[in-house]
T-cell receptor, first 109, second 115 residues
Framework: SQQGEEDPQALSIQEGENATMNCSYK?????LQWYRQNSGRGLVHLIL?????REKHSGRLRVTLDTSKKSSSLLITASRAADTASYFC?????????FGKGITLSVRP | GAVVSQHPSWVICKSGTSVKIECRSL??????MFWYRQFPKQSLMLMAT?????????EQGVEKDKFLINHASLTLSTLTVTSAHPEDSSFYIC???????????FGSGTRLTVV
């Protein structure tokens, strides 16, 4: 079964704008991770936030986690055309990762 | 860092034949490997978890006799799709549980097309 429900499911923005993607999950997690996937390729790990953390930054990425609402958001600042990809959140628990449906981000040059 | 090499990256096979996908951990020992399937424009669905030296644990709805998983060594796990049918056409990805920062290292995926 899938863990997360991301919204929006597709997002199109102009280069330089910020992109915000949200994810909600259903069951208890130890951590929440965000991954990126270019079309037809493997996954690239972006960032991990533990269940006892509320916010984390990594370069142009900012992730938040609200365990009371079972939700997370990923913010990509100053987007670039190269950020065009699908983004997935995944909840980690008991050594397993359960992925959400994914968001397709298109950044127009 | 940890690297998982997955081969082949793509394969086309005829209906009724079997296809083997390999995932090798190149510089670490992968005691646990996860196998996912991803249909076009959909998310990754966990198929099974394999632990070295023991039988794989399959997720509900995944046929263990169709998707044979072997994890005979600490550096190699294989997924064999037996008697493949067109509906098995999908993107298959492995992931090794590691001790890295985020705990998982993914292979690059295998695009299987059954004709």
């Amino acid at each position: 079964s899938q863990q997360g429900e991301e919204d929006p499911q597709a997002l199109s923005i102009q280069e330089g704008e910020n992109a915000t993607m949200n994810c909600s999950y259903k069951t208890s997690i130890n951590n929440l991770q965000w991954y990126r996937q270019n079309s037809g390729r493997g996954l690239v790990h972006l960032i991990l936030i533990r269940s006892n953390e509320r916010e984390k930054h990594s370069g142009r990425l900012r992730v938040t986690l609200d365990t009371s609402k079972k939700s997370s958001s990923l913010l990509i600042t100053a987007s670039r055309a190269a950020d065009t990809a699908s983004y997935f959140c995944a909840g980690g628990a008991n050594s397993k990762l359960t992925f959400g449906k994914g968001i397709t981000l298109s950044v127009r040059p | 860092g940890a690297v998982v090499s997955q081969h082949p990256s793509w394969v086309i096979c005829k209906s009724g034949t079997s296809v083997k996908i390999e995932c090798r951990s190149l510089d670490f020992q992968a005691t646990t490997m996860f196998w996912y399937r991803q249909f076009p424009k959909q998310s990754l669905m966990l198929m099974a978890t394999s632990n070295e030296g023991s039988k794989a644990t399959y997720e509900q709805g995944v046929e263990k006799d169709k998707f044979l998983i072997n994890h005979a060594s600490l550096t190699l796990s294989t997924l064999t799709v037996t008697s493949a049918h067109p509906e098995d056409s999908s993107f298959y990805i492995c992931s090794a549980l590691t001790r890295g920062i985020h705990g998982y290292t993914f292979g690059s995926g295998t695009r299987l097309t059954v004709v």
